[in-house]
């Protein structure tokens, strides 16, 4: 079964850190691209980070840049997302997602794969 699994999320007070992790069973992700999304409740859907197959060249959004960080590791077939700094704003549900490409696509691009999605929440 091909699928991708999340880990990792839970409750972390404010200034705290979180490590996800997304690692794919059936297939291998070393051609891959690797994204996080996360969606808030009554808020779109929205990327906050990407990492091209061979993890050299990554991109954030704005909302996240400098406090979360994208790792993708082709020997564990694993893609981590370090989350910094945390605050209430980042409570969503956290997913991963590949596509079939070398590079990071745009965002509203077709995914190839979903992971099931994890859930996050920063709150003191």
């Known amino acids: 079964q091909l699928q991708l699994v999340e880990s990792g999320g839970g409750l972390v007070q404010p200034g705290g850190s979180l490590r996800l992790s997304c690692g794919a069973s059936?297939?291998?992700?070393?051609?891959?691209?690797m994204s996080w999304f996360r969606q808030a409740p009554g808020k779109e859907r929205e990327r906050v980070a990407c990492?091209?197959?061979?993890?050299?060249?990554?991109n954030y959004a704005d909302s996240v840049q400098g406090r979360f960080t994208i790792s993708k590791y082709n020997a564990k077939n694993t893609v981590y997302l370090q989350m910094n700094s945390l605050t209430p704003e980042d409570t969503a549900t956290y997913y991963c997602?590949?596509?079939?490409?070398?590079?990071?696509?745009?965002?509203?691009?077709?995914?190839?794969?979903w992971g099931q999605g994890i859930h996050v929440t920063v709150s003191s």
């Open positions: 997602a590949t596509q079939f490409l070398y590079y990071c696509s745009g965002p509203d691009n077709p995914y190839d794969y």
């Open positions: 059936g297939f291998r992700l070393d051609h891959n691209s």
């Open positions: 990492s091209n197959s061979r993890g050299g060249t990554t």
